[in-house]
């Protein structure tokens, strides 16, 4: 095949799955449960660990534990919906024969993955409005640019971040477990809600590999208005953290695959 037609065949299946995959793996996502995912998960999640940090006396105050919940919510568009492909797939008894397909495995997952990175972009941006306004998180009005890129950034390596659970829940059963499972490590070691630095340091290791600590780390500097080289910095790690895991998710892909095969629970769900 010539460099044009691989090249065709990566762009139409890249778009593809980005248009239809929210009506078939990304079914769940209705209007009506992203508008709530947008909209109202964000107000209730910052409102309820604001009271909780008001009554405990959590270090770093309200401000801190608003601003890492409005982040931290970036986890049910990014990491919830692209996970949870597998286990629709399984559902609709396709999976078999997508894995079969010559498409372009990159193209296929990340063509997925569109829908949920603006969905993202969307939820944090709304909370962030949400903590200014409401909560009165101080913000610094020169550092627009730089919060939007931490966002922006953010959102890419938390749907890497799914991307990467998502073949590994293609061994396992079902993925709302697995998904579960770092939706809470997430706000325990991502410095959400009080610093990494309270964490006894093998968890702090821990939190330093996960991408929403250093998109969390990355908004509240642009929030403060810190130098560009801080930024820079921090920018990098986020980075760093998703082409980590989507080069992770690519490279162990095939032997989940393979182990899905060899036992079964590429059908099982």
Excluded at 30 to 38: A, E, K, N, S
Excluded at 108 to 121: N, W
Excluded at 233 to 244: K, N, S
Aim: hydrophobic share 55%; with cysteine; charged share 10%.
């Amino acid at each position: 095949m010539t460099e044009p037609a691989l090249r065709s065949s990566f762009t139409r299946t890249f778009w593809v799955n980005a248009i239809f995959a929210p009506r078939t793996s990304l079914g769940f996502m209705r209007l009506d449960f992203v508008l709530g995912t947008i909209f109202i998960i964000p107000l209730t999640q910052m409102t309820f660990f604001a009271f909780v940090a008001s009554l405990s006396g959590t270090p770093g105050g309200v401000a801190f534990v608003v601003v890492g919940n409005a982040v931290a919510t970036v986890t049910y568009s990014s990491v919830f919906s692209v996970c949870q492909t597998t286990d629709n797939e399984k559902e609709a008894g396709t999976m078999e024969h997508l894995l079969v397909s010559p498409a372009n495995r990159f193209a296929l997952y990340f063509g997925r993955g569109l829908i949920p990175v603006l969905a993202s972009l969307a939820t944090v941006a709304v909370a962030i409005v949400y903590a200014v306004t409401i909560f009165h998180v101080p913000f610094a009005g020169g550092s627009v640019g730089d919060l939007a890129v931490s966002i922006t950034l953010t959102a890419f390596a938390m749907v890497g971040f799914g991307l990467l659970l998502g073949g590994v829940a293609l061994y396992l059963r079902t993925s709302i477990i697995l998904g579960n499972i770092f939706l809470f490590l997430g706000l325990l070691l991502s410095g959400a809600n009080f610093p990494l630095s309270v964490l006894p340091l093998p968890l702090q290791y821990v939190g330093d590999l996960l991408p929403l600590t250093w998109g969390i780390s990355a908004v509240r500097a642009a929030l403060a208005g810190a130098p560009l080289g801080t930024m820079l910095t921090l920018w990098g790690y986020v980075a760093l953290c998703g082409i980590v895991s989507i080069g992770l998710s690519m490279a162990l892909w095939n032997t989940f695959e393979r182990r899905a095969l060899s036992t079964g629970s590429i059908a099982r769900f």
